[in-house]
């Protein structure tokens, strides 16, 4: 058998370290091809998310509290905390999850009284559905 089919255990070693961990070989079972990798399975263990209700508000200058809570989805992303909600089209960050949602609220109180001071007239698509609900989400204590 010719040298230059064979390869060394280094290059083979070498190679390996490239494979990805969950790679399973299917030869055994005479597929030929490798099982499928989940990208969910990969990224779960690196960004853990979760959601909290959010009750009350706090601009610089005014509180307030919502008839019905606020779904706040809070995760870490490298060095930084967020905190959304898809539904307002509003996304806080921080260097601590405090900071995130303290941003968040500041974000949710701002456009609350920018679409307040708005004429339907001035709006159209998204921005009038974002009027409408902000308009009934938050009430000033």
């Known amino acids: 058998m010719s040298t230059l089919l064979v390869d060394s255990y280094e290059e083979i070693k070498e190679r390996m370290e ?14 030929g091809t490798a099982t499928a990798i989940d990208p969910q399975q990969i990224f779960a263990n690196r960004i853990k998310s979760y959601v909290a209700p959010l009750w009350r508000l706090q601009s610089k200058t005014k509180r307030f509290y919502t008839p019905i809570p606020i779904a706040v989805k809070a995760y870490r992303d490298e060095d930084f905390f967020f905190a959304e ?42 921005a009038l559905r974002l009027k409408n609900l902000y308009k009934n989400l938050l009430i000033e204590e």
Not at 18 to 31: E, F, H, W
Not at 96 to 113: G, K, M, S, V, Y
């Open 18 to 31: 490239y494979m990805p961990v969950n790679y399973k070989s299917t030869r055994a079972i005479g597929v």
């Open 85 to 126: 909600n898809e539904n307002l089209a509003v996304c806080g960050t921080g260097d601590t999850p405090q900071d995130a949602l303290q941003d968040l609220e500041l974000h949710i109180t701002h456009f609350f009284e920018y679409y307040e001071n708005l004429d339907n007239s001035q709006l159209a698509g998204d």
